[in-house]
């Protein structure tokens, strides 16, 4: 059983930054990505990768600020996150196991694994 745990969460001011990482306990294939949930709010789609890295995808309220890569070597999933705003506290999760393309990686359904998430607090 691959077990994902995230780090990276904290409290930072507006306009600052934080990289987010997610380590698998094992090998996965497949897309990575992060979805984030604020409180009282549904989960979201915040950035997806491929296997290869070789395509990206984001939410467009991260887009610009937001970037998503990975270390297959390492087994590990990063985001950086530049120009934090207020809106961005949330729960972030790392999600793996992903196989589809396009618009479907978007979708939280289309992974198999889930770390249990680390808080990211933005103050103004």
């Known amino acids: 059983q691959v077990q994902l745990v995230e780090s990276g969460g904290g409290l930072v001011q507006t306009g600052g930054s934080l990289r987010l990482s997610c380590a698998a306990s094992?090998?996965?294939?497949?897309?990575y990505a992060w979805f984030r949930r604020a409180p009282g709010k549904e989960r979201e789609f915040v950035a997806a990768?491929?296997?290869?890295?070789?395509?990206?995808r984001y939410a467009d309220s991260v887009k610009g600020r937001f970037t998503i890569s990975r270390d297959n070597a390492k087994n590990t999933v990063y985001l950086q996150m530049n120009s934090l705003k207020t809106e961005d506290t949330a729960v972030y999760s790392c999600a793996a196991g992903g196989l589809s393309l396009g618009d479907s990686m978007e979708l939280s359904n289309t992974y198999r694994y889930w770390g249990q998430g680390t808080q990211v607090t933005v103050s103004s």
């Open positions: 094992g090998r996965t294939f497949g897309n």
């Open positions: 990768i491929t296997w290869s890295g070789s395509a990206q």
